[in-house]
């Protein structure tokens, strides 16, 4: 429906959620908790993180999450590993991490290479520890609404929809994308009893994908394939999360890349109630999340 002052723009209010100024928030939440903590004479809590090889990718996620402890006034490790280090070597590794009771949570880097088999070193990680949600353990646990690390994006996402009020109780959301980090976990959290949306799962296989979306309250984009969610896929008044942080070369930046979505923000936006940008939406909160996590993790109550 168009707006009836305003011919070209639509009639629902638009609003850009900001995932930039809601992580820091949360930011500042935890800071003063981990002050406090100090105050009492605790210890900081210890957040480590293992990089094998030298990903241009990953080296960048890990300085965030390095930089992003320091601000919260956590302790931060990196354990660095050659790219050909042996599977052998990092399961050792991370047995002595599981072992060290100065490191409250830790993470493995991903993706591996290709020689080391990644659900051997997910299942080798202490489900205690396991501050990315990836371990079988709290992926179960959360299928079953038990207290479990829950992967950051998806963390994230729920809790952006939180902070904003946005309705989910019988809402019909639709997810794209099925992986293990993003897609899957949040189709369980959104039809949690706490959240109450009709989800529909969509993926490469789906029949009528335009047909799909277009009927979806929430437009969850997570397939990793920039601008693919275009303006006829989306119902007015629909709020959209896009996961997508596709790198794409550019000029215009000093790292000589720049992220896109996997939504055509221009001609979508105008049609949504709620959506989220990128960069400065969903990135920002699965960084704060890891935080969150870390903070469960001392507490023990996972
Ligand atoms: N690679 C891309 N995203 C992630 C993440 O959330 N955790 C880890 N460990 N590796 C990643």
Redesign the pocket.
């Given at each position: 429906m168009r707006h009836p002052t305003c011919p070209g723009a639509y009639l629902y209010c638009m609003e850009i959620i900001n995932g930039n100024s809601t992580a820091k928030i949360i930011k500042d939440e935890i800071a003063q908790e981990v002050q406090s903590m100090i105050r009492s004479r605790l210890r900081q809590p210890h957040l480590a993180a293992i990089l094998v090889g030298s990903d241009g990718g990953?080296e960048t996620?890990v300085a965030y999450k390095i930089k992003d402890c320091k601000e919260v006034g956590f302790r931060s490790t990196l354990v660095r590993l050659d790219e050909d280090v042996t599977e052998t070597s990092l399961l050792e590794k991370i047995g002595e991490l599981n072992q060290d009771p100065d490191v409250d949570g830790f993470?493995?880097?991903?993706?591996l290479p290709d020689h080391i088999n990644e659900q051997n070193v997910i299942t080798a990680i202490d489900p205690c520890k396991d501050v990315?949600g990836f371990h079988p353990v709290n992926v179960g646990k959360t299928v079953i609404g038990l207290p479990s690390f829950i992967?950051?994006?998806p963390y994230g996402i729920i809790e952006l929809l939180k902070r904003y009020n946005i309705e989910t109780s019988g809402k019909n959301c639709v997810i794209v994308g099925r992986s293990n980090?993003v897609g899957r976990p949040l189709s369980i959290l959104m039809s949690q009893k706490s959240i109450n949306a009709t989800v529909t799962v969509a993926h490469s296989r789906t029949k009528d994908l335009k047909k799909v979306c277009s009927e979806a309250d929430i437009l969850i984009a997570a397939l990793g394939s920039p601008e693919f969610i275009k303006a006829d896929m989306v119902k007015e008044g629909a709020v959209v999360i896009d996961v997508g942080t596709t790198r794409v070369p550019s000029t215009e930046t000093k790292s000589g890349f720049r992220l896109k979505g996997d939504v055509k923000f221009d001609e979508v936006a105008p049609k949504c109630s709620y959506i989220t940008p990128v960069p400065g939406g969903v990135g920002p909160m699965?960084r704060v999340s890891l935080l969150s996590n870390t903070m469960i993790a001392v507490k023990k109550k996972c």
């Open positions: 990953s996620y993470i493995v880097q991903l993706p990315d992967s950051a994006t980090i699965t």
